[in-house]
């Protein structure tokens, strides 16, 4: 089992960045791939990327393609999806999420693990 503690947003004006951290416990964290995922009020939670465990593959959703980049150091436990170029439509709770396996699907129900989310806010 791990548990996941995100970290990083805030306020930031449209073409700013942020960089959010996902924090695991557990010695087992370079076994489980992560994703991010997002939601913004009203709206279904979507996939923004994702990191397999080991080998470090990566992928991202179109809307956020070339701004955003995820990245781990399993030494620290961590996950971290740097923004940049945010806009306003980034507005959202992110989540990040884990899952056993070599595998990094793009759907909510296949991660078994979630953080209680961090709030991203971007001004026009």
């Known amino acids: 089992q791990v548990q996941l503690v995100e970290s990083g947003g805030g306020l930031v004006q449209a073409g700013g960045s942020l960089r959010l951290s996902c924090a695991a416990s557990?010695?087992?964290?370079?076994?489980?791939?992560v994703g991010w995922f997002r939601q913004a009020p009203g709206k279904e939670r979507e996939f923004v990327a994702a990191i397999t465990r080991n080998t470090g593959n990566t992928v991202y959703a179109d809307s956020v393609k070339g701004r955003f980049t995820i990245s781990r150091d399993n030494a620290k436990n961590t996950v971290y999806l740097q923004m940049n170029s945010l806009k306003p439509e980034d507005t959202a709770d992110y989540y990040c999420a884990a899952r056993s396996g070599s595998l990094i699907p793009k759907t909510s129900g296949s991660y078994d693990y979630w953080g209680q989310g961090t709030q991203v806010t971007v001004s026009s």
């Open positions: 557990g010695r087992t964290f370079s076994s489980y791939a």
